[in-house]
């Protein structure tokens, strides 16, 4: 075995990121099942609407529980076994589900046990693929590998995966959980097979995980880019939750504004997965033909001001076209700031860093919905519309503006890589 101190390819986006992006499409084909196969089940285990919402908050608490934990984790170890590690153990637990769905003795608290251990495995193993992916690609590439991972997870999630799901809860639930615990296991395989190399940051001296992340958290907030990106990309995710958390009120049912059927909704999120797929697409194109910056907050702000289609003109088509174009905004811009963090962060603090920035992103998300019923409760739903549309533009404003002088380069080499292949 021979080391060289770069995993990254003069050229193209090389077999190394074709594997990460095969693995990243099983695993999010399985989540794309398990998003939809959990609720279902919950609904034959109890009618309670406080514990089944109880499911989206196992989601994402792993983030706020170990989201900086994790990030330390990743800028330690091989970020390439942490990947693989993290499939085998929520193999594990989808087989452990599967099992005990099979024999009856499935309850509602052990699958919100399951679905918070699988949220544990998903925060170490995206750290891991957001980590490793600029050791794959040449810096200037970015874009276009992070449109085809985002590609490749709206179309499995929302394409493959969602309605799979609804063909295996009829095969009984154990199969479905089973199946997605086969995608973990087979997305482990493909990267430990595929990936070959070691890719763990250059060494570092001995230091205290607090250390580690105190590293982390100053690197975010005294750099000029980062900053904004993690501020604004948190106030939005919170607009947004806040949004969508009621919107279902607003488009469903005879007595709504929109008037759509239960059968028709799903159409919606058709769109916007839809308008995902393509923004991924052109991310890369847009960024070349406008700027980097200038395409992200141009992004954002088209993003922002769709979102009040559904309230000035609450027509189900007029409503799907403004979502399909709100897929393709948001995640246009989505791809190109993720570039640029994955640009300007060193390469051995990749990890603490994103872990610290989705602590904070994430962790605001389930504020947002509270606040989106109470406002909704308490003043009417197109009020929790209006002040969600105006804290995202406010949030695009400061970005705005935080961007328009400070610098998008890096100011120097990230740390290396140190990469084995075979002789």
């Known amino acids: 075995m021979a080391e060289h101190e770069s995993g990254r390819r003069t050229s193209g986006l090389g077999a190394g990121f074709r594997a990460q992006l095969a693995s990243t499409g099983l695993a999010n084909l399985g989540d794309g099942i398990l998003g ?3 609720p279902l089940v919950a609904l034959t285990l109890t009618a309670s609407p406080a514990q089944i919402s109880l499911l989206t908050a196992a989601t994402w608490a792993p983030w706020l529980l170990f989201g900086l934990a994790a ?23 989808l087989a452990a589900a599967a099992l005990l769905s099979l024999s009856g003795r499935l309850t509602m608290p052990l699958l ?30 970015l874009p276009a590998a992070n449109g085809r ?12 995966g969602s309605p799979l799901a609804g063909v295996l809860i009829v095969l009984g639930a154990g199969v479905g959980f089973g ?28 230091s205290r995980p607090l ?7 100053a690197f975010l907030v005294r750099h000029p880019v980062i900053r904004p990106l993690v501020i604004t990309s948190s106030v939005m995710n919170l607009a947004s939750t806040a949004y969508f958390a009621v919107f ?19 159409l919606l999120t058709l769109g916007l997965a839809l308008g995902a797929v393509a923004g991924s697409l052109f991310a890369d194109r847009l960024q070349r033909r406008f700027g980097e910056t200038r395409t992200i907050i141009a992004a954002l702000l088209a993003d922002g001001l769709l979102m009040l289609v559904p309230v000035l003109w609450p027509n189900g088509w007029a409503v799907a076209a403004a979502f399909a174009l709100v897929g393709l905004a948001n995640t246009a811009g989505n791809v190109l700031t993720q570039s640029l963090r994955q640009r300007l962060v060193p390469s051995a603090l990749l990890g603490r860093v994103g ?53 998008v380069q890096p100011a120097g080499e990230s740390a290396t890589v140190r990469v084995s292949t075979s002789a």
């Not at 970020?79 to 590690?85: E, F, H, N, T």
Request: hydrophobic letters at 60%; aromatic letters at 6%.
């Open 36 to 38: 939809m196969l959990a």
């Open 71 to 93: 990030g330390v984790v990743i800028d330690r170890v091989d970020r390439r076994r942490a990947q693989v590690l993290a499939l085998v153990t929520r193999a594990v637990v």
């Open 112 to 141: 919100l046990a399951a679905v918070l251990l699988y949220g544990v495995t998903e925060v170490f193993a995206d750290l891991g693929a957001n980590s490793i992916l600029p050791d794959l690609v040449p810096s200037d590439r």
């Open 149 to 160: 991972v985002l590609g490749v997870q709206q179309v499995a999630n929302a394409f493959l």
């Open 179 to 206: 199946a997605s615990a086969a995608l973990a296991a087979l997305a482990a395989v493909v990267l430990a097979v595929g990936l070959r190399g070691r890719f763990r940051p250059a060494a570092q001296t001995a």
């Open 211 to 217: 250390a580690d992340v105190r590293e982390g958290l």
């Open 248 to 266: 279902v009120l607003w488009a469903v049912g005879p007595d709504s504004a929109i008037g759509l059927t239960a059968a028709q909704y799903p």
């Open 355 to 407: 872990g610290a920035g989705r602590t904070l992103a994430y962790g605001l998300m389930p504020l947002g919905a509270v606040l989106g019923g109470l406002i909704a409760e308490r003043f009417g739903l197109a009020v929790t519309f209006y002040a969600s549309v105006g804290l995202f533009l406010a949030a695009c404003g400061y970005l705005a503006v935080s961007l328009r002088t400070a610098p």
